[in-house]
């Protein structure tokens, strides 16, 4: 038995000595370790030994066991070092692929950039829910019961509220001119503050006009604040944000929240003022209507008018981004088309 014993342990040994793979490896082990292997085939028949042959053999095959063992794994470890990183050549002169790298949408990076040029000023950062309701939307903002913006063809309201009315009427919100009011019943006065986000219009879509867009809303309450200082801080973020000084001008509007009110437009910046179709070929484009808040948005608010005046504009967010990068239609902002969004990166 001990001379049956040697030889395996030989053969096994060379057998070793030349596998190249892994499968090789794999059938040798088998061969005489595995369950039916000729090494477990001698340590099954130990029982029917006499007991000094039983226990001379089966020390002797445990050592040829032992041995075995270790050869197997000290040849793993060859085979693994050895192996190749990769399954097929490869050319290391080639030059690399570039991942891509992803960036800020545009909208996004100009609502940065009006942050920061306005926390330099002092202002704040508000934000709220999207959904908003009756009275943010219209009451507090002084909006007569029968002004048209109140009706589903201009605003998306909740369904299961829209014969509901006040607070319990809720909507997607069709401005962000609500959180005024919130922000000023929260904090009080004096304040300067920004909130910045997505507003929704029930509205057909063109060249300057999309059912979701973003708006940039900034407000000054303060004691015996001077308009002209308002028309001085438009100048003054508008030149932050492109660079350069912009031409602006203020004309007379109404809007039910700002008493005297204006719409605020700045030159063209796609044409250059010349007139293209973004601005209906007039050179001017409105960015931002503007003027000192209404006396009943005050009172809403929870202040005494006499006392508290300021200074209110709404940035078409959309509008300035396409001035920045004179872009002539807003919906390529909001297609998430990649081969658009990605020049911006």
Known sequence: MQELLDNMAQEALAALGEVKTETELQKITQQYLGKNG?????????????????KTTGQAANQVKLMLQTEIEAKKIELSNNA??????YDLTLPGIKP??????????MCYDLNDAFLSLGFVLFAEDEISSELFAFDHLNFPPDHPARESMDTYWLAGTADLSGGSRLCLRPHLTGASVRYLKANGAPARFVYPGRVYRNEATDARHERAFFQYEALIVEKD???ASGRLLIDTILEK?????VKTRMRAGFFPFVEPGFEI???CQVCGGIGCRVCKNVGWI???PGGTPHPNVLRAAGLNPREWSGFYINIGLDRLVMMRYGVDDVRLFHSGDLRFLSQFS
Do not use: N, S
Request: no cysteine.
């Open 286 to 288: 409105e960015v931002m």
């Open 265 to 267: 437009d700045m030159e």
């Open 241 to 245: 944000v492109f660079g350069h000084k």
């Open 84 to 89: 190749p990183v990769l399954d097929h050549q």
């Open 225 to 227: 604040f001077p308009f």
């Open 38 to 54: 000729e090494l477990t085939a001698v340590l099954k028949g130990l029982g029917g030994l006499e007991p000094e042959a039983r």
């Open 100 to 109: 891509p790298a992803g960036g800020l949408h545009p909208i996004t990076q």
